[in-house]
């Protein structure tokens, strides 16, 4: 629904809540009693898998968090198909798993009932979503809300930032690292206070060059790859490009043979053990004459880059995406204007998605 | 490098080895020996995880052994994180692993060392490849060779055949049943040989059709996940069409908003579990304006598809994905010569991906 009064400008909704992000933050850092309780148990559970599961935005999120899991308590986690459990009914053992459903609503049906099934086969279940209510909060052994307040544009922003701050608090706590974590994220949430605003006026630039865009590729690597299937998703979604994110070696291995100088490249650059991956990819992608964005704390990093979006960097290096996603977010927003689609609602979604 | 004798026509190295499929799968097929040793010792070791790497083709083909192991044996298998391991060197604890790296030429850079990583951390690690001498080999516990013989064109096929053939013959073993599998491979390769010829007919229409296009989705769903991924990197390779593989349920969350009648999508229906899911998806397709090519076994029971491609049924569901990528790889060939592009060679790539 648009706003109760008055009238609405398109795509100001989405900007709205893009620019709630650092109090949002915040608003989760308030639940750490919550954090424990969950991170207590896995501790004790030890799982031999965590399996995370959403659809979208949330998805994207699962990529992060594999990371997360991996890089603090040296934990083995995935992306668990949905379809093997909730359509084949495979007879996989879950007793072993802690299972993370994501989902913004709380109401995505297969995430749902992927984790009505592992409960009953024994795994510790969480539900991580802003819909407290919701039949995944029912549906799972524990909640942890997203606090995110109310997200009324289509495309989610503030909820997918708190899923990350989400998965990395609790992988954290995992790892006994939980208040090391929380101090970063508030750190972040200063951090993007300071920056939204001539973040903003950067895109702009960015968003009028590229109004006739039909076609990107968004690159990340390692812990920045989630970022780059998200903003992919919202150029996709609100502003109708073919945005595909790849990671950089993806890129190398065939889509690069699709390059020309129509098909730009967003690129998330961050300062850690897969920079230079991210470098190379850039420089075979100028070579190959396609036009390069760079955002990332290392943005200035990939020579060559026509657009330069730099961000502040992280206390830790695990919390870049949640400050490399924003220039995304932002650009998403900006080059929705510049094509005269109202970023709010796109045509054909609704915030609630009922698809299996 | 061209064939040694004669000219050659742009393209025909693709279509030869697209054409020689059945026989190479034949081949594979001799070398029972090897699956039997290696399919024993998985089962002694009862792994936790199943973690499959590999970039390109072989990473579409990782998404397939996902549902061959877990609806096979019920073994949880993934598709792994490479840069956690190689690149953040994350502490993960592998000794409970099976291992499996997929590479075409064995020398795909860091695969090669994710294996060597991965066995010095005590997990039993197989090399699925065509270069039986390569540093993939070298590297593993065991090899599994391909049996392809020499691909030539850039694009793979035969490889990427017998890959799937490969995945799912050892996961059959390690679900005692690997004798049962052989036997419908022996199948789908009579069935192929049978259905090639009309194939290459009715894909010349539709590459016809399409010569002008420059983006596409092909969904999937399931098993058929990693077909759809496939065939996208051949016609972004081969056609330079931005291609981009989505599940149906993806097509859902946020991609379909950008679909236009001049955006066509592929889907590949095969009878099984997906099925309602990709009727759904195709259905929502249609609805948005957009084209609709159907392909896979089930391909007729997608409702308003302009062209259809079916294939036939193979004796066990999860071989499906064998036949259902042939009318992908055909029309892959067709569209790029359709668009005046050699499918051999691409511009800018090479048939070794050394690129991290």
């Not at 749902?112 to 995944?136: H, M, P, Q, W």
């Not at 989610?156 to 989400?166: D, Y």
């Not at 968004?218 to 998200?230: C, D």
């Not at 060559?304 to 995304?328: F, K, M, N, R, T």
């Amino acid at each position: 629904m648009p706003p109760a009064a008055g009238p609405r400008n398109p795509g100001e909704l989405f900007l709205a809540e893009i620019r709630e992000q650092p109090a949002a933050l915040l608003r989760l850092l308030d639940h750490k009693p919550d954090f424990d309780a969950v991170t207590k148990v896995m501790r004790e559970r030890r799982p031999s898998v965590v399996r995370l599961v959403g659809h979208g935005s949330s998805d994207a999120a699962a990529s992060f968090g594999v990371y997360a899991f991996g890089l603090l308590p040296g934990w083995t986690a995935m992306r668990d198909s949905i379809s093997l459990t909730v359509y084949y009914d495979a007879k996989i053992d879950l007793s072993d798993s802690v299972v993370i459903g994501l989902s913004q609503s709380g109401e995505t049906p297969d995430v749902v009932e992927y984790v009505k099934r592992a409960r009953g086969r024994g795994a510790f279940t969480i539900g991580i979503t802003n819909g407290t209510d919701s039949s995944l909060a029912l549906a799972a052994d524990a909640t942890l809300g997203l606090a995110a307040g109310p997200e009324r544009a289509v495309a989610a922003s503030k909820t997918f930032l708190n899923t990350l701050a989400a998965l990395v608090w609790v992988a954290g706590g995992a790892a006994g690292r939980g208040d090391e974590i929380a101090e970063g994220l508030r750190r972040v949430s200063n951090q993007l206070s300071e920056t939204l605003e001539s973040l903003e006026q950067a895109v702009s630039n960015v968003a009028m060059a590229f109004a006739y865009v039909g076609r990107m590729y968004v690159i990340g690597r390692g812990i920045e790859f989630g970022t780059a299937r998200e903003v992919a998703l919202k150029l996709t979604e609100t502003c109708r490009v073919a945005a595909e994110p790849l990671t950089a070696t993806d890129l190398a291995h065939g889509p690069i043979a699709a390059l020309d100088s129509m098909f730009p490249v967003w690129t998330i650059a961050s300062r850690d053990e897969s920079l230079p991956a991210v470098v190379e990819a850039a420089a075979r992608v100028i070579e190959a004459g396609a036009t390069v964005v760079a955002s990332g704390n290392a943005a200035t990093e990939i020579e060559g880059a026509l657009y330069v979006l730099p961000v502040p960097e992280p206390s830790h290096p695990i919390l870049s995406p949640l400050l490399s996603v924003v220039p995304g977010q932002l650009f998403a927003g900006a080059l929705a204007h510049a094509k005269g689609l109202d970023a709010d609602y796109p045509v054909g979604l609704s915030k609630v998605t009922r698809a299996r």
